[in-house]
């Protein structure tokens, strides 16, 4: 095994003629790599919660939201899913009595998702937790962290993300 | 829809008295986003090659490797991910007739996988045009990709993949 797997791919990008395109190879493989050392860590934390980070973010959107639910499109443009991937989330936080879903006041055709007092704990306290391990831990320097939010920032601007 | 649902996030986060764990959870949700934009531009550059990134990564380790052959079990040590998704990449690039299955010589508990010559062009092909389309690609500022590979570098570090 090579020290750095990734440094090791750039080497052979490089080697075969591929200079232009190695550093952003290095990058793009790296992005990949990180968002799944990452989510590895936030999962390991929200498991004993009986959620994953998908529904935590529902969960979280309901928490902040100013009556504490939620149209279903509004969830999906939100998080930036598939609505598919939305549907499920609320399938199973539902199934877990954490939310529950009701038809939407004046759209036949939609659907609210409204946070039930359960789900406001878990909410609580999977966030104490997360916090507590893993957001406010120091995994790299704070003026790095700043720095990876801005570059990203730029990805995700020219993605049209905001 | 507030102008950035991370920035938005973060704002929350910091009213709620979690302004220690407020830029983490910042970044680890654009490292989150991050990948998926990414991850989303090189699928759609390797669909028309009919493959898939987990399997693309399998190609060019074999590419790349001496005799354009490895065993199962490195596959998967050097590509970090679980053997049942190596052995799914390899059941798919099998079954298009870009990879095949040989026993190991010296261990039969072991698997080698070789890279077959159409293995080997769509692997050329798919690299020509992520190159051109993805990895050469101006999508953030030469300096601030070489940054970004440093940064994440560190979250590998720690997370000891070298």
Chains 1, 2 share one sequence.
Not at 62 to 89: D, K
Not at 94 to 115: G, N
């Amino acid at each position: 095994m090579p020290s750095d797997p990734i440094a090791e791919a750039h080497r052979l990008w490089v080697a075969h003629g591929w200079a232009d395109a190695a550093d952003g190879m290095a990058a793009i493989t790296s992005l990949m790599r990180a968002q799944q050392i990452v989510l590895a860590r936030v999962e390991a934390v929200l498991k004993p919660h009986g959620i994953t980070f998908a529904r935590y973010e529902v969960l979280m959107l309901l928490y902040f939201s100013r009556r504490h639910s939620l149209p279903m499109t509004f969830i999906g443009e939100r998080l930036q899913v598939h609505p598919t991937s939305v549907t499920n989330a609320v399938d199973r936080l539902q199934a877990a009595a954490l939310v529950r879903r009701t038809p939407h006041p004046h759209d036949r055709r939609s659907t609210i998702v409204e946070l039930l007092p359960a789900g406001r704990e878990v909410a609580e306290a999977a966030t104490a937790d997360l916090n507590d391990q893993v957001f406010g831990a120091p995994w790299i320097k704070p003026a790095e962290i700043t720095n990876l939010i801005e570059v990203i920032a730029q990805i995700r601007r020219q993605a049209g993300d905001f």
